[in-house]
């Protein structure tokens, strides 16, 4: 069993940066690709970036490519959304989640609560 909490969501400029974090408990997380998913008003959940257990792989949405870089800590349990040049499209409810079959296909078996990201233009 794995319980993931983030943190770090808030209103900011267009332009700026925000880091959000995901702490998991439980000793399986180094076995987990771990990933960030958002979810905008009135629109479906979309994938954002993932990184595998190792984090030598990782993978991202196409318009966040260059802006976002997913990271992981797996001696403090914990991953990270480094994200840049926010835009008001960006502006969503910000999701962690944890996949035991890996980054392949990645599924996620858990989910954080989410976080809130506001982007004012």
């Known amino acids: 069993q794995v319980q993931l909490v983030e943190s770090g969501g808030g209103l900011v400029q267009a332009g700026g940066s925000l880091r959000l974090s995901c702490a998991a408990s439980?000793?399986?997380?180094?076995?987990?690709?771990m990933g960030w998913f958002r979810q905008a008003p009135g629109k479906e959940r979309e994938f954002v970036a993932a990184?595998?257990?190792?984090?030598?792989?990782?993978y991202y949405l196409d318009s966040v490519k260059g802006r976002f870089t997913i990271s992981r800590d797996n001696a403090k349990n914990t991953v990270f959304l480094q994200m840049n040049s926010l835009k008001p499209e960006d502006t969503a409810v910000y999701y962690c989640?944890?996949?035991?079959?890996?980054?392949?296909?990645?599924?996620?078996?858990?989910w954080g609560q989410g976080t809130q990201v506001t982007v004012s233009s």
């Open positions: 990184i595998s257990w190792s984090g030598v792989k990782t």
């Open positions: 989640a944890g996949a035991s079959a890996g980054i392949s296909s990645f599924s996620p078996d858990y």
């Open positions: 439980g000793r399986a997380f180094r076995n987990y690709a």
